[in-house]
């Protein structure tokens, strides 16, 4: 069981550039998120997702984009690097809303540098 | 929005209990009390949620206040992988989703 899986681990982008960072998990969870974690900071939430086909912003949604064509994959696309974006990001999935207590699995994060 | 605070940092021997306290004096009443830590280079871990009555898991304990507006995460024998900054957390109204703060730095001293 894979749990929760990012890639790329490490991508340095040019000021501009647009990339996708993959997120899947393989534990049939329906709701999906994205955080970003800045130096010495706690995560702030950038996008969600509750189920296939249905997303929401979040805290800090501003140059970013994301779809859910499917209940496994959460893919984040940076429309045009900023360095304001340098940060590691969390991919994350949970069976159900945690109103009702449920954990929540954290990928192993996304560093970022945008230069 | 319900929220949650922490000391920045705390430090214990190896060996030792810790008692890592959470102050959340706006929760509502059906709101979960979670706690994550989160190890060097890592994403968080789940280590304990509850509602109203004590948890324990094989990772720690959750004693939670009789009136819920505070809580303490106990870790009953500190080792070296113990270091980590832990969240306790509450979940935001409005997106559904929990809202982590700072945390605790905890440091463990062999």
């Known amino acids: 069981n894979a749990g929760v899986t990012q890639t790329p681990k490490f991508q340095v982008l040019k000021t501009g550039q647009s990339m996708t960072l993959q997120c899947a998990q393989d534990m049939n969870h329906e709701y999906m998120s994205w955080y970003r974690q800045d130096p010495g900071m706690g995560l702030r939430l950038i996008h969600y997702?509750?189920?296939?086909?249905?997303?929401d912003q979040g805290e800090v949604p501003n140059g970013y984009n994301v779809s859910r064509s499917t209940t496994e994959d959460f893919p984040l696309r940076l429309l045009s690097a900023a360095p304001s974006q340098t940060s590691v990001y969390f991919c994350?999935?949970?069976?159900?809303?945690?109103?009702?207590?449920?954990?929540?699995?954290f990928g192993e994060g996304s560093w970022l540098t945008v230069v | 929005d319900a929220k949650t605070t922490q000391p920045n940092s705390m430090e214990s021997n190896e060996e030792e209990p810790v008692h890592l306290p959470c102050n959340h004096s706006t929760i509502s009443g059906t709101d979960y009390i979670h706690w994550y830590r989160q190890l060097p280079s890592q994403g968080p871990e789940y280590v304990i949620h509850g509602l109203t009555s004590n948890v324990n898991n094989r990772m720690a304990s959750l004693a939670i206040a009789e009136d819920r507006k505070s809580s303490t995460l106990i870790l009953h024998r500190a080792t070296l992988r113990d270091a980590a900054v832990y969240y306790c957390?509450?979940?935001?109204?409005?997106?559904?989703?929990?809202?982590f703060g700072t945390g605790t730095r905890l440091q463990v001293f062999p």
């Open positions: 957390i509450l979940r935001d109204d409005n997106t559904d989703k929990l809202i």
């Open positions: 997702s509750v189920g296939a086909g249905i997303t």
């Open positions: 994350a999935s949970s069976y159900g809303s945690t109103y009702s207590g449920n954990t929540i699995y």
